[in-house]
């Protein structure tokens, strides 16, 4: 409180003023912060429609634990719709893995120097271990430590929701494994180690109670010798916590295991780097990574090594129900086939069961690019994480390092990338997919990821997306704990969860509504998740009960019907039949063996639990969905179902504008035509607009080519074609250049009408000619000088045709001209020069005709011949006389003859 301004202070107060004001009026509490909105109606602020549906859709309900009483509160803290889960303290806080359970609940953990929510600080650094539900609201965080720094590396969960989380403390310098349950309580703790420095960097559980965990230490564990400065090592321990055994394994050198993974088949995988050689083979240069399989006995079955003349590690490492197994890290070189593009460079590889390289893939920018951790779903598609300080293919850098993911298929293909982050510094430190192909990812930021404000220092954050990349971003989650909500109503059935938080009713004729008004539901994407149940299904003597699932605006969903037991009391259907619609996977909700009893007792286990997810198009920011059973057998029906854990997604699909601006330019100027796509809403992911091009302009001929796609780089709002006339001499009308968007996939189109831009031709050149002097001597120092002028842009050259005629003879009587001249760039004129050529031939005065000629890119505006004139020189007349015409032979005179 001493760091809080008043205004916050006030703030603070009116929001809890409007929580109290709700709890007097309404005596359940519905989703929607009503004391934010309260806050905001009081101090005067206009809330926008995204702002309060918003606030109508987060779930601020929540129930703690007081003197062995449930007691429910609305949280002092909630999530937006932005699906960025942003928290920490005013300190230093970080999380470092993430996983999950069957029942599509998160696990995170990491480390923090402060308190997080209803803990206390232990000293320096804690880890602490937090759980979310699948709608993204956290259940519990459980902060623990020492009175030294302790920090959390891994993390694993079982189906059932017990979490197995690895580290370190540095009291003792010791590695620790801690198991927790479902309720986040610890069942033990083990704390190993040698007398030197020991670190648990990763931990896996088997699915059998297992649990193996990696690190190295500098010291030597029993029956060990330490070979180098620090060893890697791989342990194992039972359900109880209890040690199986621990194998240690080094080069003379550095050596640390920094990921590890269990298959079903008891196998254990483990990665990292090494300073050394491992045994047949030969460090490359500085740290190599390296891979190594044992069996569940702890026996080394194989390990390879393999790196380029720089540091290369592997940082995570997943494997399959194949024997496959999935490595990612970083390298400072470049791996086979590849050249390194900055710093570090990001790869990934896949190795068969028997330690072959199967594929590798290399990428990066010119910053830093480094991986740290990876996971595949249940179609074997690789999905790594990690950060990176320049910008990815697709993607803008948001300032300083930014997280990103990015989806590789079976093959080693990239599906897509996703960067995001903040202007400060921003880290994926761990990755995990669920049942539901959902991938969830944790680290760091600096900053406010959106939705989000910083708390100090470093917040920890965790952030979901669909297997296409998007965003999760849930407007409605209910798993009916207290119940349905105002959101619901009934038609024949009550709506009043009972018997372990179900909601129920009968196959017969029931219908119950979801109805949800937001603006994020126009037009967009929608995602309905939920388990149905079953607990039986009679009629009688005949007929199937039906459950269907159909939107307000006349799409079926579902439409599944449950066979007739013929036995009373009805017996569950484990499946629905061949005639169910919808995505059916293996029921991961709350299935609990009790008994219920409604309109009838039955003491039928609920047991038979579908998992539906179906995705579709609403038309507008209003959806309901009816659920509706009903049941045609001459008999009362009595079946009982119910759904549970319901959310409603919702892939925030922008609109698309588009517009040109300069609407015209010149053919031959230095303007071009500039389309800008315009996307409103979510700006997070990379996004491909189609476009068809018309007009009457001819793409790559009258202008540069262009594609028929735009691409928008992940958060920016605009994408831009640029159409690049290419100037010509041909004289034409102006032409046009049409696009307009067409559909395609994550957006929807804004500007339905075609974008027109023009392209002005120049107005035709006209050529004019003309000479001066328009005679010269034969042999004087003047030429005849014909000069062309054109009219119009000068902006390209010209080539303009003549014909040369006259009594003069054309290399004879001057010197050779060719029958073309050529304008330059920029000049309005072009000059033709006649040079006479003297000669002693006595003739007549001789012409030189120039005659303009048709061509391409002109017209002629001088149509008659033009003549200049060579005059040719008078010759003089010679006389002889002789004088005296007579001497004598020995006189003293000559004969003089004078010319």
Known sequence: MNTASSAAIVNVILEEIGHYVDAQINQVDSAGDEGEIFANLVSGKSLTPTELAQLKGENDHAVINLGGQAVEIEMAFSFGTTGYRQFGTSGGDSGSGVSSDSYGNIYVTGYTNGSLPGNTNFGNNDFFVAKYDVYGNRLWVKQFGSAYSDYATGISSE??????????????????????NANGNQLWMAQFGTSGYDSATGVSSDGSGNVYVSGYTDGSFPSYTNLGSY?????????????????????????????ISSDSN??????????????????????????????????????RQFGTSGDDEITGISSDSSNNVYVTG???????????????????????????????????TSGNDEITGISRDIDNNVYVTGYTTGSLPGNINAGGSDAFV????????????????????????????????????????????????????????????????????NIYSNNFETSAGSEWSKTNRSTTPIGGRKFLGEFSNDTVSLT?????????????????????????????????????????????????????????????????????SPGTGAVENNTLGYINTFNNPIDSVYHLTYTFTNPSNALSLNFTTSNPGSYY??????????????????????????????????????????????????????????????????????????????????????????????????????????SGTGY?????????????????????????????????????????????????PLTVNYSVAGTATNGTDYASIPTSVIFVAGSATATVIVDPTPDTTAESNETVILTLASGTGYTIGTTTAVTGTITNVTLPTITLAVSPSSVTEDGTQNLIYTF
């Open 637 to 742: 029906g009595v079946g009982i179902w119910g759904i549970d854990n319901i959310s409603v997604r919702v892939l925030d699909v922008p609109t698309i504008t588009l517009a040109v601006s300069p609407a015209s330019v010149t053919e031959d100027g230095t303007n071009n035509l500039i389309y800008t796509f315009t996307r409103t809403g979510s700006t997070t992911n990379p996004l491909t607009i189609n476009y068809s091009i018309g007009g009457t302009a001819t793409n790559g001929t009258d202008y540069a080519s262009i594609p028929t796609s735009v691409i928008f780089v992940a958060n920016s709002a605009t994408a831009t074609v640029t159409v690049d006339p290419t100037a010509d001499t041909t004289v034409e009308s102006d032409e046009t250049v049409i696009l307009t968007l067409a």
């Open 406 to 473: 990015a989806k590789y298929n079976a093959n080693g293909t990239l599906n897509w990338v996703r960067q995001f982050g903040t202007s400060a510094a921003d880290s994926a430190n761990g990755i995990r997919i669920d049942s539901s192909g959902n991938v969830y990812v944790t680290g760091d930021t600096s900053g406010g990821l959106p939705g989000n404000s910083n708390s100090g220092g470093s917040d920890a954050f965790v952030v979901g997306f669909d297997s296409d990349g998007n965003i999760l971003n």
């Open 748 to 796: 929807t189109v804004g500007t339905t009408t075609a974008v027109t831009g023009t392209i002005t031709n120049v107005p035709a050149t006209s050529i004019t000619l003309a000479v001066s002097p328009s005679s010269v001597t034969e042999d004087g120092t003047q030429n005849l000088i014909y000069t062309f002028t054109r009219s119009g842009s000068t902006t390209n």
């Open 266 to 303: 008891g196998n254990v995988y483990v990665s990292g780097k090494t300073f050394g050689s491992f045994l047949g083979y030969t460090n490359l240069g500085l740290y190599d990574a390296f891979v190594a399989k044992y069996d569940g006995n702890g026996n080394q079955l194989w390990l």
């Open 159 to 180: 189906s059932s929701g017990n979490t197995y989380v690895s580290g370190r403390t540095e009291g003792g310098e010791d590695a620790f494994v801690a198991k927790y």
């Open 330 to 364: 970083s390298t400072k070189g470049g791996l086979p086939g590849y050249s390194n593009v900055g710093s570090y460079d990001a790869f990934v590889a896949k190795y068969d069961g028997n330690g072959n390289q199967l594929w590798l893939r290399q990428f990066g």
């Open 231 to 259: 060893d890697a090592f791989v342990a194992k321990y039972d359900t109880s916590g209890n040690p199986v055994w621990v194998k240690q394994f080094s080069t003379s050198s550095h050596d640390y295991a920094e990921g």
């Open 516 to 584: 949800l008004n937001n603006p994020l539901l126009n037009n967009n994407t929608v995602t309905v998740e939920f388990d149905l149940f079953i607990i039986g299904n009679w009629s009688g003597n005949g007929g199937e009960g039906t459950f269907t699932l159909a939107t307000s605006n006349g799409q079926t969903l579902v439409n599944t019907t449950f066979a007739n037991s013929n036995t009373y009391p009805p017996a569950f259907q484990s499946y629905p039949n061949s005639t169910g619609q919808g995505n059916y």
